[in-house]
């Protein structure tokens, strides 16, 4: 008869294929999670509209209040020539 020495994967081999396997689940996972933020990442962009115009912007940031009605007539008349 054969001894357990001899037959399949023992020992040092069963610890070295079960850490493969969390090896490839965690990278799996990284691979998941980092695509699932670049999906996201992009349909939330920061950045101006390309078919904004500097007028459509200004009567957006005076919507919000971060301008001043001085600040945004100035501003305006400037945009459109009339200094």
């Keep these: ?39 996201r990442s992009g349909s939330e962009s920061t950045t101006t509209p390309s078919g904004a115009s500097a007028i459509a912007i200004l009567h957006e940031r005076f919507a919000r209040g971060e301008l001043t009605e001085e600040e945004y007539l100035r501003r305006l008349a400037m945009l459109k020539g009339q200094s």
């Design 1 to 39: 008869m054969y001894g357990w020495s001899d037959q399949g994967m023992g020992g040092g081999w069963l610890v070295m294929m079960m850490l493969g396997m969390l090896l490839f689940a965690a990278i799996l996972a990284f691979g998941l999670v980092a695509l699932w933020r670049h999906s």
